[in-house]
């Protein structure tokens, strides 16, 4: 089945940016490691891992605390860890190598591969699934069942075989290109497509196109040998989480180091370059931070989730990346071009408040230096546009496939009041401004940019989409109101 001549085209591999690795004695750099540290031992966090780049250089690579509790063998910088859905990342950076080798169309249906057994798609005839889609979590698709969240085998079987399991789990709940709804199952499907694009096993093709490339030596799919890898702990810190085998190894399975890491960080700054030398075409990179399959994008909207590479706002400052849960390890890996600096954050343990308050301290610490933008200009609506908006909204999906995807009746209210000011309510919880960028994209009071999309779908009905959250009006209002 695998191909014999390679179609791929790279330079030689990346050597070791080791040798770029200084600790950088600034005492703010001091103080934000100590903030860290103090974090962890308050926790009872098992260990932590930070890399900072800064100005395309390595500024610190820093590990605190023990690999294992039961040894209480201290963490060494060279230890690996599991690095969760940082891994979708990798995948999308895959799917857009694919795509610029004309290999793999990311908008063409995924229905002229044999894929049919594995997802059901009502909507196909007037919408179908493409590989965009599934890696932009557009794909109409819930998160994994729980049958599949507990697999954990470690045969490490195909792509072909896992996604035949429990195919009733991957069936759209609304039609494929409208909403943004994370799916850890579409990550899975989107890899077996490009499996059968090229006749290549993921992980070969994670190989081919990432791994080798950029020299990331201590990177893998699969589990890794020896004894590098940090134990995982549960919510306590203490209690060891088992080694999990992902039903679908595309979605989070990677594990990495933190020297690894910042060859792929230092990468995507750079829009394909590392060391001098080009790895991938600046449209490539562009591509993975790119969203184009939901409605909110499709009219103009570019925050939220493109080819496993999200974006984000620290004080105004935009940050692409994404985060990690590996059943035991949280990270995080985040850069910006405003200040050409970027980080990678892991803990073994699962407390996510504590991942925060850690990646708070690094983002800030990142942006010590810049002045945050200046707000997107003021727009006016219409007593016409306002009253295409205002009104009474229900929820229209659902991530997990045991919630309900609506409520019965209206759960988010949009308003006008004071001299036409539009605000949107949840239930019983605090009004909050809307602030129009254009027609249909809006931001809050403290954002620089649109985050949200309140506008007309093809059906004609209003919908409201922001993040994860998506609303179809179900029925108009008079203006104002708490």
Do not use: C
């Not at 590098?228 to 702990?233: F, K, T, V």
């Not at 690094?362 to 009104?391: C, F, H, M, N, Q």
């Amino acid at each position: 089945m695998l191909l014999n001549v390679s179609i791929f085209s790279f330079p030689a591999s990346a050597e070791s940016t080791e040798r770029d690795i200084s600790i950088d004695s600034e005492p703010a750099l001091q103080q934000l490691i100590d903030s860290l540290e103090e974090l962890r031992i308050s926790h009872e966090v098992a260990a932590f891992g930070l890399l900072i780049i800064e100005k395309d250089a390595v500024v610190t690579l820093s590990t605190r605390g023990v690999a294992n509790r039961d040894s209480d063998e201290p963490i060494s910088d060279d230890a690996v860890f599991r690095i969760g859905s940082i891994s979708k990342l990798f995948t999308g950076l895959v799917a857009a190598q694919l795509s610029a080798d004309n290999v793999l169309d990311l908008d063409t249906p995924i229905k002229r591969w044999p894929v049919n057994d594995a997802y059901t798609n009502p909507w196909t005839d007037k919408h179908p699934v493409t590989t965009a889609q599934l890696l932009e979590h557009t794909a109409g698709l819930t998160d994994l069942s729980k049958p599949e969240w507990d697999y954990s085998d470690p045969r490490q079987l195909p792509l072909g075989k896992t996604l035949r399991l429990h195919p009733d789990a991957r069936t759209a709940q609304w039609a494929p290109g409208l909403h943004y709804s994370y799916s850890n199952a579409g990550a899975g499907l989107a890899a077996y497509v490009m499996e059968l694009a090229t006749d290549k096993p993921y992980e070969q093709l994670l190989q081919e196109i990432v791994l080798t490339p950029l020299a990331m030596n201590s990177t893998s799919a699969l589990p890794p040998s020896g004894n590098r890898l940090a134990q995982g702990y549960n919510t306590d810190g203490r209690t060891p989480i088992p080694y999990w085998h992902q039903i679908f190894r595309p979605f989070g399975a990677i594990n990495s180091t933190l020297a690894d890491m910042s060859k792929l960080l230092r990468v995507l700054l750079n829009k394909g370059t590392l060391d001098g030398q080009r790895f991938y075409t600046e449209a490539v990179i562009e591509r993975t931070e790119l969203l184009t399959t939901s409605l909110a994008s499709r009219n103009g909207l570019q925050h939220g989730y493109g080819l496993g590479n999200y974006n984000w706002y620290r004080d105004g400052i935009e940050f692409h990346g994404h985060g990690g849960d590996a059943d035991g390890y949280l990270s995080r890996m985040g850069y910006n071009r405003t200040t050409n600096s970027g980080y990678f954050l892991v803990i073994t343990a699962f407390q996510p408040a504590t991942l925060k308050k850690m990646t708070t301290l690094v983002e800030k610490y990142l942006i010590r230096d810049a002045a945050s933008p200046p707000a997107a200009a003021d727009w006016s609506l219409t007593d016409d546009d306002i009253a295409a908006i205002t009104g009474n909204y229900e929820r229209t999906t659902r991530r997990f496939p045991t919630s309900k995807s609506t409520s019965k009746g209206a759960v988010l209210r949009i308003f006008s009041r004071d001299s036409n000011a539009l605000y949107y309510q949840h239930g019983e919880k605090k009004p909050v401004r809307l602030l129009p960028v254009t027609d249909n994209l809006f931001r809050h009071e403290n954002e620089v940019t649109a985050t949200l999309f309140i506008g007309a779908g093809e059906d004609g009905d209003i919908y409201f989409q922001s993040g994860s959250d998506n609303f179809r009006r179900i029925s108009a209002t008079e203006t104002g109101g708490e």
